[in-house]
């Protein structure tokens, strides 16, 4: 192995699940943990001066997405965000109560909407075709003059697909319906300019663009009618009270402003590596296919399945070769069911079960990626050689 690939000590492949913190995030943040300890809210000078690095940090988010300052109200992080987004506006209008999004949410939004079906919403759950692309017709079909407000992701975490959410939401807004959108994996990896679209409410994550974690934002278009979920001070106009989580939201201004100035050059990079990847293990394996849409797709995402083996066993074998990435398999992400997303594509379970989703970032090497591809397809083989499946 080369010193690329022992740093940090694993290939770390995993990065929809979260990313390394940048040097620069780490540095940016430390001084509010000593001498800048002030409450931003405070009269004096140490509260004002945090106070002013935390309006910079917002507007580092605003641009990354953008928005402006003003839109952005600072959260826990994509959780929260999504919650915030979907409760906030049917708990504000009151009257409405259909919730349209998709059945390859992440948690956050569905089983929000789960428990939304328990107060007695109607919630429609839209499918997606063995792509994992949504119908257009169905939607705009779906959309009901009581329909309070659609949550629809903008990139899958399992597959990387991205979803039309511009298109969608200048439908919804035709209609009157405020338009979330779930860009927790999107932000930071492809370019969003929310100002041009009718996208009323986006959650983003720190974690997942090289911040802290426990910290993220909803973007709220000016003039959206949204109430809190938490009750408080005056904190962020009342919307999301409580004392500020300083050192996170100076990490994720951090974090956004590298994202933005990287965006041109690092994600064609990101993108070419995973392409090289992704054409080395359909060539090197054979009875292997990539889930999702290879065209509309996150540049750093590939979501592969080896037929005949299990998730768990490749894992585990990756970890041994101190590879690390994820699967779709049951009980990898302590789910007891295997992914509702691959479920809700139809790929067959014998494929399900030997998924992998390798996820890059811009601190993977080349180096890195061709220590999977040498050693990866030694790992299929040995485990299709002790499968009662493989013929
Ligand atoms: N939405 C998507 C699409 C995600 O991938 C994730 C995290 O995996 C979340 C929401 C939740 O974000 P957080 O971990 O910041 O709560």
């Known amino acids: 192995m080369t010193d690329a690939v022992l740093s940090p000590c694993f290939v770390y492949l995993d990065n929809n699940a979260t990313t390394r913190v940048r040097p620069e995030v780490v540095e940016a943040m430390l001084p509010h943990f ?58 504000a209008d009151g009257g409405k109560r259909h919730v349209v999004t998709t059945k390859v949410e992440h948690p956050g939004v569905l089983s929000t909407a789960k428990w939304l079906a328990g107060k007695g919403c109607d919630v429609t759950l839209l499918d997606v075709d063995g792509a994992g692309r949504l119908d257009l017709d169905a939607y705009r079909r779906a959309l009901r003059p009581d329909t309070a407000v659609v949550s629809v992701m903008w990139a899958n975490n399992e597959t990387g697909v991205l979803f039309p959410v511009e298109e969608m939401a200048a439908i919804a807004h035709d209609r009157g319906v405020p338009f979330h959108t779930d860009a927790v994996q999107a932000v930071g990896k492809i370019p969003i300019r929310l100002k041009e679209t009718a996208i009323g409410m986006l959650s983003l994550s720190g974690h997942k663009l090289h911040g802290p974690k426990g ?100 894992l585990l074998r990756m970890n041994e070769l101190r590879i690390a990435a994820s699967s779709g398999s049951a009980c990898t992400s302590g789910s007891l069911e295997p992914s509702h997303v691959l479920r809700a594509m139809g790929v067959p379970f014998t494929m399900i079960h030997g998924s992998v989703r390798f996820s890059l970032s811009t601190f993977t090497t080349a180096q890195e990626i061709d220590y999977v591809i040498e050693h990866f397809p030694g790992i299929v083989a040995d485990l299709r050689a002790i499968s009662p499946y493989w013929k």
């Open 34 to 91: 000593g001498t800048l300890f002030g409450n931003p809210s405070s009269m004096h000078t140490c509260g004002g001066v945090v106070a002013t690095q935390i309006r910079d940090a917002r507007a580092h988010v605003a641009r990354l997405v953008g928005a402006e300052p003003e839109e952005i109200v600072i959260t826990s992080g994509g959780t929260e965000s999504d919650n915030m987004a979907i409760r906030g506006v049917l708990e």
């Open 215 to 314: 910290v993220g934002a909803l973007y709220v278009r000016s003039g959206t009618r949204i109430a809190p979920l938490l009750y408080g001070g005056h904190q962020q106009q009342g919307l999301r009270p409580g004392t500020e989580n300083v050192p996170g939201i100076i990490g994720l201004g951090t974090a956004a402003r590298l994202a933005l100035e990287e965006m041109a050059t690092g994600v064609p990079r990101v993108r070419a590596l995973r392409d090289r990847l992704e054409n080395a293990l359909l060539a090197a394996i054979p009875r292997t296919a990539v889930n999702g849409d290879r065209d509309r797709r996150l540049p750093n995402t590939t979501n592969m399945s080896f037929e005949f083996i299990e998730g768990e066993a490749i």
